[in-house]
């Protein structure tokens, strides 16, 4: 099982990225799979997640409205669409899969598998 991040970048505030995320030892349906990321000296956040049985997603409140996860099956990668980046969405940002339970989902301690992070920074 494999994660692959990718798409991070340089970007004006205001501005738009989509980060991919692909997948291998597995598919899109095999597990839910997260988004999370780490801005220097704080923790890992939770930012969004999305259920391999129906594909719902949810998002925590600071990027509701702005990122919008969803998933490729003919490509088997699942992508994070963020619009009107601010400044503090800078971070490496880092895709999770399977839900170990027993933790919210936006515990990075509840996820299994992890891809390696791709940079985003969001500066004029």
């Known amino acids: 099982v494999q994660l692959q991040a990718s798409g991070g970048g340089l970007v004006q505030p205001d501005g738009s990225l989509r980060l991919s995320c692909a997948l291998s030892?597995?598919?899109?349906?095999?597990?839910?799979i997260a988004w999370f990321r780490q801005a220097p000296g704080k923790e890992r956040e939770g930012v969004g997640c999305m259920s391999n049985n129906d594909g719902r997603t949810w998002y925590v409140d600071s990027v509701k409205g702005r990122f919008t996860m969803s998933g490729d099956n003919a490509k088997n990668t699942v992508y994070l669409r963020m619009d009107s980046l601010k400044p503090e969405d800078t971070a490496v940002y880092f895709c999770a899969a399977e839900r170990l339970g027993g933790t919210k989902w936006t515990d990075p301690k509840g996820w299994h598998y992890w891809g390696q992070g791709t940079q985003v920074t969001v500066s004029s």
């Open positions: 030892g597995f598919t899109v349906d095999s597990y839910a």
